[in-house]
């Protein structure tokens, strides 16, 4: 028998970004713990095959809203039709996210902006718009997908890692906010893991074994390996945590 505290059957999870990599697991996951599960991205052929696949995968009721989470108008006109597919946003994970590598002096305008407006305006966006909903109800979750990037950087990835760093910042304030209505915000920051998005990483030997070795853990990162954690962050067991990363990463941010 599950425990009651962890039971988050027919609460109603928008997931951004989940027609593919972590965002799809991410779905999956709460699927599969009953949640009533919302894909988003903006295209939406993809996303209506991964919501057939995850359909069929999990038996789960699962729906298809593309809009663009990074304008407000569009945002607010997705929840709309959400609210009529699904019925009002009880949990909200804000994993739209791109990455973009270069060296800080050869980082466009254009690539930072876009940066700018995925990994942290589309989390600005979305919380905004869910927030009069939840506070009416008294209760809510967001998670904001962060990355072990909140906490450190590499070469190449100063502005990702930028954009990772508020994401830490506006779920605390977030936290400020929202706290006192019944709603929690707190960050899920995975480590490296293994998608088909980092499959080239994956494949390149010498980037695997550096993974190998920072990593305590001394392996990637399954995307099961995240799944416990959201279903905690976005079930009542989180009811008096806010305002927190939480760190998937093997160890990596716990060790030099």
């Known amino acids: 028998m599950n425990h009651p ?29 009953g949640a009533v599960v919302v894909l988003n991205a903006r295209g939406q052929e993809a996303l ?15 729906h298809a809203v593309a809009f663009d989470v990074t304008d407000g108008a569009a945002a607010a006109a997705g929840l709309e039709r959400v609210a009529e597919l699904a019925g009002p946003v009880d949990i909200l994970v804000n994993n739209a996210g791109m ?28 919380s905004r718009a869910v927030a009069p909903g939840m506070i009416e109800r008294g209760r809510g979750k967001i998670v904001n997908i962060c990355s072990v990037q909140t906490e450190l950087a590499r070469p190449g990835i100063a502005a990702y890692s930028a954009t990772k760093g508020a994401l830490k910042m506006l779920t605390r304030g977030l936290c400020a906010d929202l706290a006192v209505h019944g709603i929690q915000v707190n960050g899920l920051a995975p480590g490296y893991f293994a998608t088909e998005l980092t499959s080239a990483l994956v494949a390149d030997k010498d980037f695997t074994a550096w993974v190998e070795k920072r990593t305590p853990a001394g392996r990637w990162g399954d995307v099961k390996d995240l799944v416990g954690t959201l279903v905690y962050l976005s079930s009542p067991a989180s009811n008096f945590v806010n305002g927190q990363v939480v760190f998937v990463d093997g160890g990596m941010t716990s060790v030099l």
């Open 48 to 62: 209506e095959r991964t919501r057939d696949e995850l359909a069929e995968l999990t038996g789960g009721t699962v």
């Open 99 to 126: 990455q973009h590598r270069a060296p800080i002096t050869e980082f466009t305008d254009e690539a930072w902006q876009a940066l700018l407006q995925t990994n942290i305006t589309s989390a600005f966006v979305m």
């Open 5 to 33: 505290l962890f039971d988050i059957t027919g609460r109603v999870a928008l997931v951004t970004g989940s027609s593919k990599g972590i965002g799809r697991a991410h779905a999956q996951g709460l699927l599969e713990a």
